[in-house]
């Protein structure tokens, strides 16, 4: 369920939106800029105090004034909600959580990076509608387009609303 309910957070900025750009390069498409690596700092496993940074989720731009980014919760914080002593970075810039919801598995983030944000889409989401999720799963270097149908957009289910969709996707994200 955590994984529907971030995805439902994403596709209603993301979903619907013309994605434009040049279909064979994902990073030209206009929702791109908005998007970006979460990065942790990893500690080292040996006496070198050598520290190093991880990609570890997708975070999306979602106040450009106010330097917010929209992530999943299970990437900055544990099952029972409490953050990760991880520094988290975004764009290269300290990002730190000031609101975490495990049920619905989202975290917003703080940090000094003004990018273009995501927008929100104006018309309700129908069923069987053409969808798309942009981003990086799992932390991967590369930007993934997954398209797919809106199967439920109003599923509820343990007294919380989700979005069913019909897509292939990477595991967690």
Request: glycine share 6%; proline share 6%.
């Amino acid at each position: 369920m955590r994984f529907a309910s971030l995805i439902l957070s994403i596709t209603l900025l993301v979903v619907a939106a013309p994605l434009g750009g040049s279909p064979t390069d994902p990073s030209t498409h206009a929702s791109v800029t908005s998007l970006t690596v979460l990065r942790a700092v990893v500690s080292p496993f040996d006496d070198s105090f050598e520290y190093t940074y991880r990609d570890i989720c997708t975070a999306s731009s979602i106040d450009s004034t106010r330097g917010h980014w929209l992530t999943a919760a299970h990437c900055v914080a544990k099952s029972d909600g409490v953050v990760s002593d991880t520094p988290f970075y975004v764009h290269g810039v300290l990002a730190i959580p000031i609101h975490i919801d495990v049920a619905r598995d989202l975290a917003v983030l703080k940090a000094d990076a003004h990018y273009p944000a995501l927008s929100m889409r104006l018309k309700p989401l129908a069923w069987g509608m053409k969808m798309r999720i942009v981003g990086k799963p799992l932390g991967f270097a590369h930007f993934i387009i997954t398209t797919g149908l809106v199967a439920n957009p109003v599923y509820r289910a343990f007294r919380q609303p989700y979005m069913l969709f019909d897509a292939v996707a990477c595991s967690g994200h």
